[in-house]
């Protein structure tokens, strides 16, 4: 939540572009949020995942190689891997890779959206944000609705933007080995919106 909100208050007309279609959907459903009208909400959808992404939460998947195996590597020679091997899979670094990710460090929900060319060069194996494989995250439909309904509740009723105290850049409490958490937290300035039949 709070990396989703640094990023639409940080980037105005993408916040506005949500908002509009929050609002859309939300009127042709009687201005109730329902987990029908928040399917029907591809743009928030691709703000999640775009957020996931960049702002990586769990930075490395930890494993051990069960058997002998050699991989591909991106330098052409192959690599192997001894049975026995403590391997740590790097979540950030593939989420932050150019080749996967054009123009990595910059916020674009749109290369999410289905059924653009975009999405569709990404590989299943490069979203990585919840764990891939039988040990992924047991919890993400879970985070993903309730980020979905949370977000579509604050940006139906709220402006976030940024006020003297955001940070300009966001930095990683080193502590915080398992789960990124920003030093000192995140400070948005919040205004209530007027919808016109108000
Ligand atoms: C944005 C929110 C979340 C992110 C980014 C996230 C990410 C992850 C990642 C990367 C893993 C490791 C997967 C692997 O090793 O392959 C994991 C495991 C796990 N997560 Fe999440 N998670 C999130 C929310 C949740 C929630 C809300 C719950 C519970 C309601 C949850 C429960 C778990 C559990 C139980 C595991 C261990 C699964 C296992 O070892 O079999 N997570 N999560």
Redo the contacts with the bound molecule.
Sequence with gaps: MTYALYELATNPPIQEKVRGEILQIMAKHKRNLTYESLKDMKFLKAVIQET?RKNT??GF???VCRCSCTVRTSCNSPLTIQQGTSVLIP?HGVLHNPDLYADPDTFLPERFLEGEEEANKIDRCSF?????????????P???L??SLALALLLSEFQFSVCDKTPSKLIFDPKKRFMSTVKNGVHLSVKRLRHKEE
Excluded: D
């Design positions: 996931l939460i769990v998947m930890p494993r979540i990585m944000a919840f764990g891939i494989g039988p040990k992924v995250c047991i919890g993400e879970f985070a993903r309730e980020l």
